[in-house]
């Protein structure tokens, strides 16, 4: 459980980080995401998860 908690945590730390340092490039990409078919997203977010799994198994074995 304390890992689960250590990635969220981190997954805020990097989230704060992006909006601190790059608030204006984050809205861009933000206002383009928009215009993305919802499929596409779809398919990202899948690959994108897909991709996180994967590295949590070759870094936890």
């Given amino acids: 459980m304390t890992?689960?908690?250590?990635?969220?945590?981190?997954?805020?730390?990097?989230?704060?980080?992006?909006?601190?340092?790059?608030?204006?490039?984050?809205?861009w990409l933000l206002e383009r995401m928009a215009e993305v078919p919802p499929e596409a997203l779809r398919v990202a977010g899948v690959v994108s998860a897909a991709g996180g799994?994967?590295?949590v198994w070759l870094l936890r074995g």
């Fill in 3 to 27: 890992d689960l908690l250590t990635g969220l945590a981190l997954v805020f730390v990097i989230e704060g980080l992006i909006l601190a340092i790059f608030p204006d490039r984050l809205r």
């Fill in 53 to 55: 799994v994967f590295f």
